[in-house]
């Protein structure tokens, strides 16, 4: 019998699920773009472009997702999730070309934000008064999917030689899990509708100066973290150690880290999260450009630490600081960083493809052409973090001793 109650720990748990299998679609494709390359007779900008599709689909879904939230009701958004896992998974397995596999990983980045669309406000509202904590610990999911995805495929890919195809069916059985999951559930209002305030004021709230700068800082934190990682296998596959696992290893430090936010968040407070964030982003980007062998990990460890807590700490802050700007808010900043991401990757693409042109030019073979062109492509991924730094000691000065807004509503 369908129980008509708000259970906030089930549907913390069933969002946790959905997020994921967002991730396990993100390590999943880092694992088997190149292969792509291969199959399909795919340049880097081509593959690029269908990694970038999948960011133009999140975008897609959290832009129009946000104002919907309110007005359909969470559940029904996460409808538009699992029926989009389900048919971008079906899509993929049968690509032929190109256009299919961009049709294919199109329907499952619409899902993937369909799922944040949804989630996202979901957890603010279920823990008002803990958001940053909370959807650390959510968003631990990202990097801990990220993590069992990648372990799966190294484990299918490099040592039981299995084809893509039967990786990609792997994400079939944890969407049908969640999907069966959150329909037996009840969805509560979110916390912008609970408390009264209106969707004209909301609107508002969203077009206000800190806003939009928070937006645009999304751009650059999105792209540090997520462009990196799409293209961990290209950059980081001549370096002497598996690409997949390293990837593995930075979002295994992720996951611990957004496990145990709580106490960071007590100690720095969000906006010292983001500052000290950047910083280790930064160093960890420069000393990946230079690490080989075993060494990388300890690059990529830095790295890890630096992104750990940008995606959650960002929509934390904006929820805390302010609420006003409700589900919608939270979608546009999701929107705004997948934007910035699918915008990103064919630029790295082309980048990386330029720099190996550069060295095979310069008389290196093609393992040495690789190797220097992902460190050349993180060298100038590497100046984004540092914009991030200025930015966010500004940010720091500004609202370091400003209290949180609580908005009065009822789960």
Aim: charged letters at 10%; one cysteine or more; a positive charge.
């Amino acid at each position: 019998m369908k129980n008509n109650t708000i259970q906030p720990g089930k549907l913390f748990f069933t969002s946790c699920l959905a997020l994921i299998v967002t991730a396990m679609t993100f390590a999943i494709r880092a694992e088997i773009v190149k292969i792509w390359g291969n199959d399909f007779n795919l340049n880097g900008e081509q593959l690029g472009f269908i990694a970038g599709t999948a960011f133009w689909g999140f975008t897609l879904a959290q832009i129009v997702g946000g104002p919907l939230i309110d007005l359909l009701g969470m559940k029904k958004i996460i409808y538009i999730a699992f029926f989009g896992h389900i048919a971008g998974v079906i899509m993929t397995i049968m690509a032929w070309n190109f256009w299919s596999l961009f049709a294919g990983t199109l329907l499952i980045g619409i899902a993937n934000g369909s799922v944040e669309a949804t989630c996202n406000p979901l957890v603010a509202t279920l823990f008002s008064t803990q958001k940053t904590k909370m959807l650390n610990r959510f968003h631990m999911w990202f990097p801990g999917g990220n993590v069992i995805g990648a372990l799966i495929a190294y484990f299918m890919i490099e040592q039981l030689h299995m084809s893509w195809v039967s990786l990609m069916c792997v994400l079939l059985v944890p969407t049908l899990l969640y999907g069966g999951l959150f329909f037996s559930l009840r969805f509560p209002q979110t916390e912008r509708a609970a408390s009264g305030i209106s969707y004209s004021g909301m609107l508002k709230a969203c077009v206000g100066p800190f806003f939009l700068f928070m937006v645009l800082c999304m751009f650059l934190t999105a792209s540090t973290e997520l462009g990196t990682g799409q293209w961990i296998s290209a950059l980081l596959g001549q370096v002497g150690v598996s690409a997949i696992l390293i990837f593995a290893f930075i979002n295994g430090i992720m996951a611990i880290g957004r496990l145990f936010a709580g106490p960071v968040v007590h100690r720095l407070n969000p906006v010292g999260m983001l500052l000290f964030s950047s910083i280790f982003a930064a160093l960890g980007l420069f000393w990946l450009s230079r690490a080989s062998g075993y060494e990388t990990f300890a690059a990529a460890g830095v790295f890890a630490i630096g992104v750990c807590y940008f995606w959650p700490t960002m929509l934390g802050f904006v929820s805390e600081y302010m609420p006003q700007t409700g589900a919608l808010g939270l979608n546009i900043m999701g929107g705004a960083g997948m934007l910035s991401v699918a915008v990103i990757l064919p630029f790295m693409g082309n980048w990386f493809d330029a720099n190996k042109q550069k060295a095979i030019t310069q008389g290196a073979d093609q393992a040495l052409a690789e190797l220097q062109a992902g460190r050349d492509t993180l060298t100038t991924v590497a100046i984004l973090p540092i914009i991030l730094i200025v930015a966010f000691t500004f940010l720091y000065i500004r609202f370091r001793n400003k209290p949180k807004v609580v908005l009065a509503h009822n789960v």
